[in-house]
């Protein structure tokens, strides 16, 4: 088992859902803690913290959306990897990176190889066996354009989310991603065409977009899907205020 | 296995398990008492201890994660401002939480001295007291912050 920030194996291992005979650790590969800008792209190694990220100020998106996990001290030891591939549902470090059409750095066995994180990343990270995420590549242009990004809890201000949402604003429209409102996160380009349709006034984009989920809204103890549609709405219209009108 | 702890100023070489926890580790092998251990899940924040000066909670590190980093326990931290500011302010009840939040405050006040209201909030709520003397940690800290604190 691949181990990075750990804390996920440390806490489910407490409780015997995790179990394994050895980890090795990633954090002391150098390209696992890059953090660098080359060719236009900016490269972020998996092993980086989301405290790290958001510190770093960087990828203001990606540091945003990171630090609406767990805590700032927890966010000191849980890393962009060990978030995305995380066995909770909401990874939510992945939004930004599916916004931005990102490639990842997946290296295993048979070498390293880049890929477009729209082929591997479908509700989880679709790694083969013995491979680890290494690095994300996002495109410099991505990094200052107009974004949204925030979590809705059900009352504490640590918790996992009703809804967490991010956005940026692109010259061809507004894209968003969610985590939290179905039983993973997402980015659904039939979404963003129908809340895109400027033609139509922002309440009734809104109120057509359940339609377009790719999946049953979650229903939970946090929330019911009732409730969750409702708290999912409000923020779409206040993204498309912000970000579109 | 074997592993150099540089703790509280001094280096240790130490034999550890490898799925040890720091937080046991530290109270266990050194009778470094002041990590507490509460949820040992990574929740409540009363293990916190600073790794190169950055809190960290030590029930969610592996004492062979720590291996050649410069570990800080509340009792390293010799008279550091916020521990007479928590004395100022009243800033304790139990008290049981209290070594967590100063050494998270700690690495606060050392890494954003000049830090603003949701900064504050955003690291302290990485800690939780149960007696909710929240208002009077929060003094303390401002003062600390502030450089108001009353020499020891």
Known sequence: ?????????????????????????????????????????????????????????????????????????????ITLGGNICSQFIYKEAVLPLLLTDS????????GARRIPIG?????????????????????????????FSIKKRKVAAI???????????????????????????????ALERLLNESKLPVAERVGLAASQ???????????????????WKNVLIDILTTLGE | MRIELLLNGEKHLVEVQPPELLLDVL???????????????GDCGTCTVTVNGWPMKSCLMLAAEASGQAVVTVEGLG???????????????????????????????????????ATIRDWLQSNICRCTGYEEIRQAVVSVLEGKVKGM
């Open chain 1, 1 to 77: 088992m691949y181990w990075s920030g750990g804390t996920e194996i440390i806490t489910l291992g407490r409780v015997n859902l995790v179990y394994t005979e050895a980890v090795i650790d990633l954090k002391h590969i150098p390209e696992c803690r890059a953090l660098a800008v080359n060719d236009q792209s900016l490269i972020v190694g998996s092993a980086l913290t989301l405290s790290e990220l958001y510190d770093s100020r960087v990828f203001p998106l990606l540091g945003e959306t990171g630090s609406g996990v767990a805590d700032r001290t927890s966010r000191n030891k």
């Open chain 1, 103 to 110: 490639d990842l750095v997946i290296a295993g066995p048979s």
């Open chain 1, 119 to 147: 082929q591997i990343f479908n509700g989880t990270l679709r790694l083969g066996s013995g491979e680890f995420l290494v690095q994300s590549v996002t495109d410099s242009q991505y990094l200052t354009m107009p974004h």
């Open chain 1, 159 to 189: 918790d996992y989310p009703v809804v967490t949402t991010a956005a940026i604003r692109t010259n061809s429209g507004i894209r968003l991603a969610f985590s939290g409102l179905c039983a993973f996160p997402f980015r659904s380009a």
């Open chain 1, 213 to 231: 989920l790719p999946a049953p809204i979650l229903s939970d103890m946090k929330a019911s899907a009732a409730y969750r549609e409702i708290v």
């Open chain 2, 27 to 41: 109270r266990e092998t050194f009778g470094l008492t002041g990590a507490k251990p509460g949820c040992r899940n």
């Open chain 2, 79 to 117: 008279d550091a401002d916020i521990q007479q500011a928590f004395v100022d302010k009243f800033a304790f009840q139990c008290g049981y939480c209290t070594p967590g939040f100063i050494m998270n405050i700690h690495a606060l006040s050392s890494k954003h001295p000049q830090a603003d209201e």
